[in-house]
């Protein structure tokens, strides 16, 4: 069955250090999303990307990173610059042709040791 | 631009009463609406969807009209069940035009208690 991996489910990080969340898609998408949830709120949109080498900042990129090197993956990367990285992080895919709903991860939730 | 509002939760339910959940939007054009789930801990999935003016979609025994004169898409189950206690979301998807950014609504708590 087609459909979006994320690793790892829990993730820790240190102080002062970045880490890196996957996210696979095999829906043959065009288009993937980052989106942070904190606890009892919405989504906020981190990046997206459209197509391959490719990527656009979403409404809270600060102190993130991403690359799409492959259509298949989109990793993000929390970097030391975000203060404030405890939170549950969605990845999802969609068609980029038409009114298409998005297809989500089951997440990654990253705390601080 | 696109936005999407919805009821503000929770919302505390007695098993089989009916739920409805409130969501209007404001959008370009007659876009397709989504309703998604979220269970506790897990990423959100597609419920239902509609795609054009008067379209009922359904799923779960949920239903959502798309009443283009009201610009509302209100999410409904006749007798709720334990199991149905999630995260609610509106959603429009993305925009023509090349804005490919989903507007999410911020969100309806659901509890259901035996």
């Known amino acids: 069955d087609g459909g979006i991996t994320q690793s790892p489910k829990y993730l820790f990080r240190k102080e002062g250090q970045n880490v890196t969340l996957s996210c696979e898609q095999n829906l043959n998408h065009d288009a993937m999303y980052w989106y942070r949830q904190d606890p009892g709120q919405g989504l906020r949109l981190i990046y997206y990307s459209q197509i391959v080498n490719d990527f656009q900042k979403g409404d809270i990129a600060e102190g993130y990173s991403v690359s799409r090197e492959k259509k298949e993956s989109f990793p993000l990367t929390v970097t030391s610059a975000q203060k404030n990285p405890t939170a549950f992080y969605l990845c999802?895919?969609?068609?980029?042709?038409?009114?298409?709903?998005?297809?989500f991860g089951d997440g990654t939730r990253l705390s601080i040791l | 631009g696109d936005s999407v509002t919805q009821m503000e939760g929770p919302v505390t339910l007695s098993e089989e009463a009916f739920l409805t959940i409130n969501c209007t939007y404001t959008a370009t054009g007659y876009p397709s609406l989504f309703w998604y789930v979220q269970y506790p801990g897990e990423g959100l999935q597609l419920l239902l969807k509609?795609?054009?003016?008067?379209d009922k979609g359904s799923n779960k025994g949920f239903e959502a009209t798309y009443r283009k004169e009201t610009t509302s898409f209100h999410l409904e189950k006749g007798s709720v069940q334990v199991s149905d206690s999630a995260v609610y979301f509106c959603?429009?998807?993305?925009?023509?035009?090349?804005?490919?950014?989903?507007?999410f609504g911020t969100g309806t708590k659901l509890q259901v208690i035996p």
């Open positions: 999802a895919s969609t068609r980029t042709s038409g009114n298409q709903p998005q297809h």
């Open positions: 959603a429009l998807p993305p925009g023509s035009g090349g804005y490919q950014k989903v507007t």
């Open positions: 509609a795609t054009k003016a008067d």
